[in-house]
């Protein structure tokens, strides 16, 4: 059997096996590569890359035991959230030292850190702009934050948060993996993203946290009707938690909690509830020539065989099996 493809390789950036050319190539994107010439012969440099609107998750693997370097007057002002994927590496910064493990992730701020990157070793990285992120939180607190936004430096990746926000991330992944033909709208992807954001500024602790622990308060249910009145005029395109707490007036964080006290599951997955719910009306009062991909597409599906193995899982039949029964009942 051969060897498994890294992942996003269909995103590929850059690779090389010399280290004075990758040195220069990371140089210009302000990391610095620091490489023991005893384990130039291990050099086997690979970045594959995916973008988001305001983020990118990137594959990354050094081959040689390496150490990277964010400088700390660096012009680019991500976050980083580092996801080893084998193998460990040491990340030193503002907060101290701290080891990714496949099992823990570790948060740093813009303000530079150094990793130590074990041989063999790999890892994804979350590189969020800093404006991304402070906006996803303002759209949670209901107003723009003062302050400067530190995360604790850790995640546990087996702990239910951890765990959810590797799900956004595969999530994510499934969507970025595919060749350049047929990607799907950027502002599909900005869902992706807000839900990755989102995960990560409700579960990590930070400094705003406090603030937005507050804002659990009792709302009102037109509040909560308002939202599904909006989901429900806009299913054929995506949504944004930004634009669902301009609609109902309320923080970001308080609408989260409270339309799944009201709904029992969050705004996002009413959304995507709603959509198969009308691609299955669609398929069984089908229009003349309609196909399953025309109906699907239609709806904001996209990726057919998931779409296909989802839908099954709902209603206990495929598409083109709802499709024919449709068409026998229109005949």
């Keep these: 059997m051969g060897q498994a493809l890294p992942l996003l390789h269909k995103r590929r950036v850059y690779a090389s096996r010399n280290a004075d050319e990758t040195s220069a190539f990371m140089a210009a994107k302000e990391f610095l590569l620091d490489l023991s010439p005893r384990d130039a012969g291990a050099f086997d440099f690979v970045a594959n890359v995916a973008y988001m609107p305001g983020s990118y998750l990137g594959y990354i693997q050094y081959g040689a035991a390496a150490t990277i370097k964010v400088p700390d007057l ?21 907060a101290g030292s701290a080891i990714c493990s496949p099992n823990q992730a570790v948060f740093s701020s813009p303000r530079g850190h150094r990793t130590h990157s074990q041989a063999g070793s790999s890892r994804l990285t979350l590189s969020v702009t800093q404006a991304t992120l402070l906006g996803r939180l303002a759209a949670l607190l ?19 948060p951890g765990r959810r926000l590797m799900r956004h991330i595969q999530l994510a992944l499934e969507e970025l993996d595919e060749s350049n033909e047929g990607m799907p709208d950027p502002r599909f992807l900005g869902m992706y993203e807000e839900l990755i954001l989102t995960a990560i500024l409700l579960a990590q602790p930070h400094s705003f946290m406090d603030r937005l622990q507050r804002l659990e308060r009792p709302i009102l249910p037109r509040d909560v009707r308002r939202a599904l009145e909006y989901i429900d005029a806009h299913l054929d395109e995506p949504i944004s938690l930004a634009a669902l707490a301009a609609v109902t007036g309320v923080p970001g964080r308080t609408l989260l909690k409270h339309f799944k006290d009201h709904r029992g599951v969050s705004p996002m997955r009413y959304w995507r509830d709603q959509r198969f719910a009308r691609m299955r009306h669609a398929l069984m009062h089908p229009r003349n020539g309609e196909s399953v991909t025309d109906i699907a597409t239609a709806w904001g599906f996209y990726h057919l065989g998931r779409v296909a193995v989802e839908y099954s899982r709902r209603f206990g039949e495929s598409p083109s099996q709802t499709l024919q029964r449709g068409r026998r009942k229109v005949s």
């Design 74 to 94: 660096r012009v680019r002002d991500d976050y980083f959230v580092h996801l080893p994927l084998s193998g460990a590496c040491e990340i030193i910064n503002g």
């Design 142 to 160: 209901g107003e723009a934050p003062t302050g400067s936004l530190d995360f604790a430096p850790v995640m546990d990746l087996t702990s239910r």
